[in-house]
């Protein structure tokens, strides 16, 4: 088998890839992208937080997405009933990026490839890695070729962002259950045809279902007209409906009256999609000659919009780890990337498992609440979940529990 080598091997051209691939080439860096896929194509998790923003900059695509056209976000609101809130990303209690955009992300994920490529990437669509060795001096790993040959790359080293392939993980054995019950979402995008002023395009919109409260929905407004439109639920519940999955989606909207009329006028001309048991996790993010990034790691859960910001962090920490490495330094992978990722990705799985408790909804529909406190939540919807002066950071489950408990007296 024919064998190719590279500095580092970049398995997938997902947002985690790219940005990988983009800071990579910053520093000089040979690197070869494999993607499975060809681009463009579909993929979920459309909503992102202003914290991504920095990555953005920082691997050089600011232009690339600023130009695209994509639908500015401000903040995020949440309905319940008749009861609303709403926060705008620019009050927020830590520095930096106020606003982003809500993305069409095979156009978004395209362009962030092409962009690496424009580096200097080299970027392969449709070139699908199937094993992997770790047993020599360097990994090396197994690729399909379009023309259905394989062939073989040697690298000094392998970040694998290729989400939920998760290459590495199924390859190695590395995986493990996350802890969260098994959830799943159907989802399509609609015309929405909602009149100017009767939602904010500028906002994510999650409600939360009448009667279940750990049932919600997303509408995420592109630049378009069109809305993506989600459900999230546990497996039993979304098995309980028949029909198609638009039809189910339907179903499921049409119980939540305020939605629902936000949405009356909407053409659903596109067919759903389902996915469940999307949560996962691994028994180490790293190992020799490699480091897993985005959701080829951990995923939590979709209800704070968090995914992105966590492949593009996870994406920065590990090209930091491997350029000190590269000078010379030595890098302790757990201590360097490992744990740096997990404070801000526990941050967030404080703030997802209290959101399916109603101790987070309780929180933010309470209708007296702290302008510092509001300040302090807003910078975690906004993504800045590694920022420890913020209290809700430093100790979120303390911090949620208690105030929590002093909305629901
Ligand atoms: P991916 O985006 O999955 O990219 C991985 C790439 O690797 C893919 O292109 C794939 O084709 C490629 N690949 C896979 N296997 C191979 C292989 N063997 N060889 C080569 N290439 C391969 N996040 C947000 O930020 N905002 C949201 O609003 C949001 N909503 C979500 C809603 C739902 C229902 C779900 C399930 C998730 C949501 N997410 C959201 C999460 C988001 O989708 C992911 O966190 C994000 O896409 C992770 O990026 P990534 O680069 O790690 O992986």
Known sequence: MKTEKTDVLVIGAGPAGSVAAGLLRKH??????????????????????????????????????????????????FARGSTYTQFDFREKFSPGWGTTYQVERATFDHILSKAAERMGATLRFRHEVTAVDLDGDKPRVTVR????????VEANFLLDASGFGRVLPRLLSLETPSNFPVRGAIFTHIEDRVAPGVFDRNKILVSVHPEHVDVWYWTIPFANGRTSLGVVARREFLEKYQG?????????????????????????????RKLTGYAANVKSLWGRGFALLGNAGEFLDPVFSSGVTIAFKSASLAVAALERSRAGEAVDWERDYAQPLKEGVNTFRSFVES???????????????????????????????WDKANPFVAES?????VLGELCAA
Do not use: C
């Not at 609440?369 to 807003?378: N, T």
């Open 244 to 272: 198609t999955d638009l039809e189910r989606l339907r179903a499921i909207v049409n119980e939540a009256p305020a939605l629902a009329s936000v949405l009356k006028d909407a053409v659903w001309d596109t067919p759903a």
């Open 145 to 152: 070729s379009p023309e259905g040959e394989t062939y073989g």
């Open 397 to 401: 489950h303390r911090r949620l529990k």
């Open 28 to 77: 000089g860096r040979e690197v070869l992208m494999l993607e499975k896929e060809q681009f463009p194509r579909f993929s979920i998790g459309e909503s992102l937080l202003p914290q991504s923003m920095e990555y953005i900059e920082a691997a050089g695509m600011l232009r690339d997405v600023v130009e695209a056209g994509f639908q500015f976000k401000n903040g995020a609101a």
């Open 355 to 385: 959101w399916y408790t109603g101790e987070f909804q309780r929180i933010l529909f309470h209708p007296n609440q702290s302008p510092e406190v509001r300040r302090m939540i807003s910078a975690i919807l906004a993504g800045y979940a």
